[in-house]
């Protein structure tokens, strides 16, 4: 079992910057693919970005220039960087890494931006 702690989210002002971070732990083998969705009251989980462990990043177009998902093996830990944040960014905000095949899902971060 691998198990994920988020943090990093809350309230800012648009325009404004937060830095959400994920860590696994746990029984882990081999974790490729690390990536953030987030959900808005309403709508439909939603990808944001992710990463896998040869590099290859997608970003959804509506964060591309403004996020940035990196990850830092040694910890098994993926950020999220998140600039210049408007009020639709506005969610929960949750991360998932596949490990071995198994998916896992954070509990979740909750993204205010306020206009």
């Known amino acids: 079992q691998v198990q994920l702690v988020e943090s990093g989210g809350g309230l800012v002002q648009a325009g404004g910057s937060l830095r959400l971070s994920c860590a696994a732990s746990?029984?882990?083998?081999?974790?490729?693919?690390m990536g953030w969705y987030r959900q808005a009251p309403g709508k439909q989980r939603e990808l944001v970005a992710y990463i896998t462990g040869g590099g290859s990043i997608k970003y959804r177009d509506s964060v591309r220039g403004r996020f940035t998902i990196s990850r830092d093996n040694a910890k098994n830990t993926v950020y999220l960087q998140m600039n210049s944040l408007n009020s639709e960014d506005t969610a929960v905000y949750y991360c998932n890494v596949d490990d071995g095949g198994y998916s896992y899902w954070g509990q979740g971060t909750q993204v205010t931006v306020s206009s």
């Open positions: 746990g029984s882990i083998f081999d974790i490729d693919y």
